[in-house]
């Protein structure tokens, strides 16, 4: 069945970039997001990215997508206090009703 | 501003009792929302699709009877806790699609503790 794959913590220094990286298993994947969840807060779209692309960026974030590898990434430029979260990634499909399979989730520490 | 909102965010309830979560889309009508369920410290598990106007669909393992859901119109969902046990006690969250993009929305989730 589906799967999707996450390192479960990273730990970065402030102002560094953070990388956070995902696999997932369903080549017929149509969008594949980036979720922030704050402690007992509920998710935010941080980005997402349509399968037939392979880049997307949007201010601090850069979304990668290689889809031969099935490997998805995000990267926060200048990292700050702030961004210290769990971050999910996950994939669905369209057609598919866009029924969502979530990874485990990265924990990001910024360390100051 | 906010595009789903989840109501209540907090509730405690006695062993036995029902609870009821509402998820409402605010700016744009759904036909599908979905809800999950989190627990501590761990990723979202998907618990059914809830489709306006019929039957929502269960994830396998999903008690239908235990969790009822009802989207009785393109903006509101239900999920009904029925008879909860301290087992369900857990974080609740729906999403929304928005249709004609990728674009996928959720609540701010619903804690839920059964005394």
């Known amino acids: 069945g589906e799967d999707v794959e996450q390192s479960l913590f990273l730990s970065v220094r402030e102002g560094d970039s953070s990388v956070i990286n995902c696999t997932y298993t369903?080549?017929?994947?149509?969008?594949l997001y980036w979720y922030k969840q704050e402690p007992g807060a509920g998710l935010q779209l941080l980005t997402y990215i349509f399968s037939n692309m392979d880049m997307k960026q949007d201010q601090r974030l850069t979304v990668l997508l290689n889809k031969k590898d099935k490997h998805l990434s995000l990267r926060i430029a200048d990292t700050q206090t702030g961004d210290s979260a769990i971050y999910f990634c996950a994939e669905a499909q369209n057609p598919g009703g866009f029924k969502t399979i979530f990874g485990a989730g990265t924990r990001l520490f910024v360390k100051a | 501003g906010a595009v789903v909102s989840q109501h209540p965010s907090r509730v405690i309830c006695k062993s036995g009792t029902s609870v009821k979560i509402e998820c409402r889309s605010l700016?744009?009508?759904?036909?599908?929302m979905f809800w999950y369920r989190q627990f501590p410290k761990q990723s979202l598990m998907l618990m059914a699709t809830?489709?306006?106007?019929?039957?929502?669909?269960?994830e396998q393992g999903v008690e239908k009877d235990k969790f009822l859901i009802n989207h009785a119109s393109l903006t509101l969902s239900t999920l009904t806790v029925t008879s909860a046990h301290p087992e369900d006690s857990s974080f609740y969250i729906c999403?929304?699609?928005?249709?004609?993009?990728?674009?996928?929305?959720f609540g701010e989730g619903s804690r839920l503790t059964v005394l």
């Open positions: 809830s489709n306006e106007g019929s039957k929502a669909t269960y």
């Open positions: 700016d744009f009508q759904a036909t599908t």
């Open positions: 369903d080549s017929s994947s149509t969008y």
């Open positions: 999403s929304v699609h928005k249709g004609g993009s990728g674009e996928l929305f």
